[in-house]
């Protein structure tokens, strides 16, 4: 168990509509951040908060957001959902140690798309 | 997206056998940091590497962090039936904290 614990486990949705995935990050840890996983394209870096503030953005649409709350955990909105979104989501959470941050990962979203 | 180049991309080996797979990248990177993904799971931490030629171990995973910091290597030791999944190296710059994934090495175990 990592510590970062995500919700729903499962989600099944039709094209065209909005979903929340939602984030705890470890307990202390600052950063939170937020993965795409589909079949064809590996792990893929969507989003970065680091205490509320983003500070990192990677390939993310411009259909998807997020945020991090004062209690620090995130959640990652995704609308007019295409069946390509369908995919494992997944958050990490770290911290710094010196200048390193170590990235704990949650068990995951899977969203399918119909 | 970028992805680092892993290899082999699937392995198929007897319980008892040793593993070695490799993660190459065209950047330079500050960090190299290698996972397991069981089935329907998150990655899991196995090992980080944080200096050019650092050699680390974690019982039976030995990894190293390559002299030109383009690569890293993992090798698993006398493998086990729950050794079995999917290994991703996964490189970080010094200027940013996002990690960029290689493609993943899917490995099978038979008795």
């Known amino acids: 168990d990592s510590g970062v614990t995500q919700t729903p486990k499962h989600l099944i949705t039709a094209t065209g509509q909005r979903v929340t995935l939602r984030c705890s990050p470890r307990?202390?840890?600052?950063?939170v951040y937020w993965y795409q996983q589909s079949l064809d394209q590996g792990l893929q870096f969507l989003i970065q908060?680091?205490?509320?503030?983003?500070?990192a953005k990677g390939n993310i649409l411009e259909r998807f957001s997020a945020q991090q709350f004062p209690d620090l955990h995130s959640e990652l909105n995704l609308s007019s959902l295409e069946l390509g979104d369908s995919a494992l989501y997944f958050c990490?959470?770290?911290?710094?140690?010196?200048?390193?941050?170590?990235?704990?990962f949650g068990p995951g979203t899977r969203l399918l798309v119909l | 997206g970028q992805q680092l180049n892993q290899s082999p991309q699937s392995m198929f080996i007897q319980e008892g056998e040793d593993v070695s797979m490799n993660c190459t990248s065209s950047?330079?990177?500050?960090?190299w940091l290698w996972y397991k993904q069981d089935p329907g799971e998150g990655p899991v931490l196995l090992i980080a590497?944080?200096?050019?030629?650092e050699l680390t171990s974690n019982g039976r995973l030995t990894a190293q962090f390559g002299i030109t910091r383009k690569d890293s290597f993992l090798n698993i030791s006398a493998s086990i039936p729950s050794d079995v999944g999917i290994y991703f190296c996964?490189?970080?710059?010094?200027?940013?904290?996002?990690?960029?994934f290689g493609t993943g090495t899917r490995l099978q175990v038979f008795p």
């Open positions: 990490a959470s770290s911290s710094p140690r010196g200048v390193q941050e170590t990235q704990y």
């Open positions: 307990s202390g840890d600052l950063s």
């Open positions: 908060y680091y205490n509320g503030e983003e500070r």
């Open positions: 950047s330079i990177f500050n960090t």
């Open positions: 590497l944080y200096k050019a030629g």
């Open positions: 996964a490189g970080q710059s010094y200027n940013t904290d996002k990690l960029i």
